[in-house]
């Protein structure tokens, strides 16, 4: 019988919502159709081509090299010897688990340690923290793939001699020695900045026994503008402002990324979803603005935004201000704010004045959130609003933070230069790197008698000293910090230094000549000196607990607007950058390498940027105007928008224009990447890449931003240049497409009160013939154990089991941080597959985070430059009816009782026909052994050495199978997880029949790792669970549910809180009035076999 030809649809045909995940998806470009009709990539598919001949040539070979060289070999001999004295509390194959805190800057985040038999393997939240409440960071998470570096410094060395622990505690007493009488002239110290009171107690000893001695600071983030402003405008130097967004209704977020990039970013997370969580229509939620010149999660998130460059952002604020009532200072206020306020377009202004009002109809409980990075002026310019909006104390406080006398990189590099610093100790950090362009700080090392440097790896900075010191991993050393609030965090040892490592304040203490200057008697001494000389016992709960709460102490201080007056009277704001001569170049850290610091964790390099999906690079980022304006782009074809130049396509990837860019006579070349949604004439350069001196995994990565960058986040007067080069970056947004459906539902909030029902109405299932009947009567714990075969052409698995198992994902939440991705990779065993892997569309990461784009343009014919991002977590949705496995010749994936799709590995021969089969294209296939080999040899024949360093091998979970080349794998719900929490719930029910899982007992690894609580899993079959309540909440919806694969996991829809008065508004979400511009006139609604929404219904 002769199959009859399928037509695809047109564009236009297409029911779903008009989302685009790049330009190249907006566009529509014949190679991107081309690639979207592939399963797959064409090298995420295709193996190198080796012929037949060749094939059986090297078979041969290996045939008879094992058939005679190994004839003889046998396993080496090995001995097992036994503990003459069990550790406490260890028991083989079980984790134990230790609290500790991530130190990063000022901030020390809380964590709880997951070890097995004395050996870290993962990172999880503080649950007991009140504020953070078990969130954590992508890069917090990752910190275990650096403990187990194969790169970092294992030895101390002087030049290229090592030299012994005895050498260094002889050379930190020599130097204390030699400095002592002239009371630390001539030696000077440069750190990190730091929250850990150890380390502030020591620098103040420091600072006393070697009074003429410099102290020096320097982060290549700087985050002190803030204080210097508080302490203008306050007159108290030691005050620094802190936001609390779980008192905010209306926000807004001036430059400032806090939900990802700023101090406190976990815990603004938790505040501001709180306060965004709605169950019912009837709830009310809060209100964010964000007006910025990156595009960043926070501006993903904002219910308005504002594209405008850094440099506006003091006239932004002047403009807010302008609309407040400035009381008695009004006069001398407004003779400085309105000319600020003018420098903005009429548009700018419009918004900023509507945006004020809403502000001040929430005195008390709006909040001015003002970026680390923004000048002293904008920071003070934020404290007067928040102050005039009644914020103070209560969305906002001033709180006092004794960092003590600290001088800038600028000053100690004067004084190198003056010939008054004779030895320097380096504490951490990487200032031949990153310190400001102006400065060469290699050449300055160079002046100086004796350089000592602390540091985690041999680096830049490592090679221009005269000494360099091991540092201890903070998983290795014992130590302190403050969270974002001020609690202190213990910080304590998992492990004894696998390389002799010490830690910052060890060495300092043996500078500044303590008696006891191991790591525990330093902590110990500075939790008796704050807490009155408790005890051990106290101190024993202090490491129990994680932390004490405390935090820092609230000032009564005012902000005086005359002397904020006084401050604007010297300031000169600079002009907006109008167009490609004179542009603004806004550097920023990277989400993944952050400053440079994590540039060989692989994990981090290959997660892809949130927002521009960026693996292995950075790049010279630009909007769609901008790459007009330089012939990038053409402004005449939509096609030739997302490619310039066909001939730039090859093997389905699109080769980006390389340019120089150009400032104050110093410049950096790099590829372009363009960003919708950027300010017109700004340029974003994410900072940490291009390092000279790192590992394996980081040699060759991106570009080095600071050597253009001042000490300033932005410049300006900058030009951009094409050299006429290509250069393939490594991206993910065009990776496993999903076409033209209702794949993520929003609404406004508004629409939601009036129609709560309106998910059912979107998507195909509104219009499509129903799967089954009944469903409407049925429960949930109903359709999970008694759906019928309905329109099935398979019969239903055996879900039989106790428990059910299933997951719920809330859009109206989920800010795309990567924590989840992060989390799972380092869970379940998740290989990394280096760059040119991952330019074949080959990444393995079993969550990914799409972003899509909506402009609520039925028809693209320009790329859009204000579009609305939407972000959803998709990993396996555990597919009752699963289409993976009615094709998997071998059973390698099946069905068990309780609803999971799982797998087995050693029974997968990779025939990649359940990628094929799977709808949201969420399996992962190993093309090589990425756990054996290096990324450099992957293509090295099957005799080739093989083996990862037994140090990267500690960092993997025991639980979770290892796989190998061939093997296809995926999500599979932590079962390693599951089954540790039934076994210890048999074990503790004994003889009963008390074997069900308690609600909340297991957190799978992206649900525990998620700052915002976006992610619920739990027993279905127990409707009383959260999982099952948000299962029957009217937002909910199937992913393709019309597909009949009656998912176990499902999301909930986003929902927008617009402010109507504002000029940027939008009666509705622009992906839904796209979707409303292309649905057919009449839909019919079902209701959903996994919700109440658009899945099923009554069988036709």
Not at 324 to 345: F, H, Q, T, W, Y
Not at 356 to 381: I, M, R, T, W
Not at 531 to 540: D, Y
Not at 641 to 655: E, I, L, S
Request: some cysteine.
């Amino acid at each position: 019988m002769k199959r009859a030809p399928y037509t695809h649809p047109e564009t236009a045909e297409l029911s779903g919502p008009r989302y685009w995940r790049s330009l190249d998806d907006l566009s529509q470009s014949p190679e991107f159709l081309a690639q979207v009709e592939r399963e797959f990539g064409p090298e995420a598919s295709e193996m190198n081509e080796v012929d037949r001949r060749h094939f059986f040539k090297i078979m041969a070979a290996s045939f008879a090299i094992g058939g005679l060289g190994f004839a003889g070999c046998r396993r080496p001999e090995s001995h097992i010897l036994p503990h003459s004295k069990m550790p406490e509390h260890q028991i083989p194959g079980q984790a134990l688990y230790y609290a500790t805190g991530f130190p990063l800057r000022g901030e020390t985040l809380p964590l709880l340690i997951e070890t097995h038999t004395g050996r870290p393997t993962k990172v999880e939240g503080n649950d007991d923290h009140p504020g953070y409440k078990g969130g954590t960071t992508r890069k917090a998470q990752a910190a275990i793939l650096d403990l187990y570096d194969p790169d970092r410094a294992t030895a101390h060395t002087k030049g290229s001699a090592k030299i012994s622990n005895a050498d260094v505690n002889d050379l930190l007493a020599s130097l204390n020695k030699k400095y002592a009488s002239s009371n630390g002239k001539g030696v000077a110290v440069l750190a990190e900045s730091s929250s850990s009171p150890t380390r502030l107690r020591l620098k103040q000893a420091f600072l006393k026994a070697f009074p003429q001695a410099t102290w020096a600071e320097y982060d290549a983030i700087d985050a002190t503008n803030a204080g210097i402003a508080a302490a203008k405008v306050t007159g108290n130097a030691s005050l620094q402002p802190k936001y609390d967004l779980s008192k905010a209704s209306r926000i807004l977020a001036v430059d400032a990324d806090f939900l990802d990039e700023e101090q406190g970013a976990v815990q603004f997370s938790k505040q501001f979803a709180d306060g965004r969580r709605v169950r019912s229509s009837k709830d009310e939620m809060n209100r964010l603005y964000s007006v910025e010149s990156n595009f960043s999660l926070t501006g993903a998130m904002a219910d308005h935004r504002k594209r405008l460059a850094s440099s506006q952002m003091v006239s932004f604020l002047a403009a807010i201000a302008l609309e407040l009532d400035l009381g008695v200072e009004g006069n001398a206020l407004k003779s400085v704010l309105s000319p600020l306020a003018d420098k903005l377009e009429a548009g700018t202004k419009e918004w900023a004045v509507k945006c004020a009002a809403d502000l001040k109809n929430h005195k008390g409980e709006s909040l001015v959130f003002v970026g680390q990075h923004l000048s002293p002026e904008a920071h003070a310019l934020g404290l007067l609003v928040n102050e005039k909006l009644g914020n103070l104390k209560k969305t906002v406080s001033l709180v006092s933070v004794d960092n003590g006398k600290t001088a800038t990189i600028q000053d100690l590099a004067s004084s190198i230069e003056a010939g008054s610093v004779n030895s320097l100790v380096i504490l951490g950090g990487n200032p031949v790197y990153n310190a400001p362009a102006g400065i060469d700080f290699a050449g300055l090392l160079g002046k100086v008698e004796e350089v000592v440097r602390l540091g985690y790896y041999a680096d830049e900075t490592s090679e221009a000293s005269t000494y360099h010191i091991t540092q201890a991993h903070f998983l290795e050393a014992w130590g302190d910090g403050r969270t974002y609030g001020g609690d202190v965090v213990a910080q304590q040892p998992m492990i004894l230094p696998l390389f002799d490592g010490v830690s910052e304040i060890e060495v300092l203490a043996r500078l500044v000549g303590e008696a006891n200057a191991d790591g525990y008697s330093l902590v110990y001494a500075t939790f008796q000196s704050a807490n009155g000389t408790p005890g051990k016992r106290a101190f024993e709960a202090f490491l129990n607990e994680g932390f004490k709460s405390g935090g820092y102490k609230t000032a009564n201080s005012n902000v005086s607007g005359l002397e904020l007056a006084d401050l604007l009277k010297g300031f000169t704001a600079p002009e907006a950058p109008k167009d490609k001569n004179s542009l603004e170049v806004r550097f920023l850290n990277d989400a993944s390498v952050d400053d440079g610091r994590f540039a060989n964790n692989g994990w981090l390099q290959e997660c892809p940027d949130p927002m521009t999906k960026l693996t292995w690079d950075n790049a010279i980022i630009v909007s769609p105007k901008l790459a007009k304006d330089l012939d990038i782009i053409a402004p005449d074809s939509m096609n030739q928008v997302a490619r310039k130049n066909p001939n730039k396509v090859r093997d389905g990837r699109q080769f980006a224009s390389v340019a120089t860019i150009s400032v104050d006579g110093r410049e950096i070349t790099g590829a372009i990447h363009i960003q919708p949604g950027l300010d017109n004439y700004t340029v974003v350069l994410p900072l940490g890449y291009g390092r000279t001196k790192t590992g394996r995994v980081g040699t060759g990565s991106g570009f080095s931003a600071y050597a253009i960058r001042s000490a300033a986040a932005f410049v300006s007067n900058a030009t951009l240049a094409l050299t006429g080069a290509e250069y393939q970056l490594a991206e993910t947004q065009e990776h496993w497409s999903m076409e033209g459906r209702a794949i993520v539902r929003e609404s406004n909030l508004d629409d939601y009160a009036a129609d709560k029902n309106f998910v059912s109405k979107m998507g195909m299932e509104s219009h499509s013939p129903a799967i089954y009947a009944g469903a409407e009567d049925m429960s949930t714990q109903e359709k999970i154990t008694d759906t019928p075969r309905g329109g099935s052409m398979y019969e239903h698995p055996d879900l039989t089991g106790i428990h059910q198992w299933g997951m719920s994902i809330d859009l109206n939440v989920c800010t795309g941080c990567n924590s989840c991705v992060i989390a799972c990779q380092s869970e379940n065993n998740i290989p990394i597959v280096g760059r040119d892997q991952v330019r074949r569309g080959r990444e393995m990461h079993w969550i990914r985070l799409d972003r899509y784009f909506s402009s609520g343009a039925k028809d693209n014919t320009e790329i859009p430059e204000d579009p609305q991002v939407s972000l959803q977590p998709i990993a396996c949705m555990q597919c009752e009816t699963a289409p993976c496995e009615t094709v998997c010749p071998v059973n390698a994936t099946v069905h068990d009782e309780e609803g999971l799709n799982a797998m087995a590995y050693n029974r997968c021969i990779g025939t990649r026909y359940c990628a094929n089969n799977c709808p949201y294209k969420v399996r992962r296939f190993n093309f090589f052994d990425y756990q054996q080999r290096e990324l450099d040899k992957l293509y090295l024949g099957p005799l080739a050495p093989k083996g990862m360093p037994e140090l990267v091998q500690m960092a993997q979970n025991p639980d979770v199978s290892v796989r190998m080349r061939g093997v296809m794998e995926k999500c599979t719900f932590c079962v390693q997880r599951i089954n540790q929490a039934k076994i210890a719930q048999q074990a503790k029910a004994g003889d009963s029949d008390d074997v069900r899982v308690r609600d909340g007992a297991i957190k799978v690894a992206c649900e525990q790792a998620c700052p915002t609580d976006a992610i619920v899993f739990g027993d279905l079959k127990d409707a009383n669970s959260r999982v099952s309540q948000l299962r029957e909440n009217e937002r909910t919806y199937s992913l393709l549910g019309y597909l009949n694969t009656r998912p176990r996991t499902t999301f909930m829809a986003r929902i927008r809180n617009p402010n109507p008065e504002m000029p940027d508004y939008h009666d509705m979400p622009l992906s839904k009035k796209e979707y409303k511009a292309k649905a057919p006139k009449a839909s019919v609604s079902h209701d959903s076999h996994d919700s109440h929404s658009d899945s099923e219904g009554g069988h036709h």
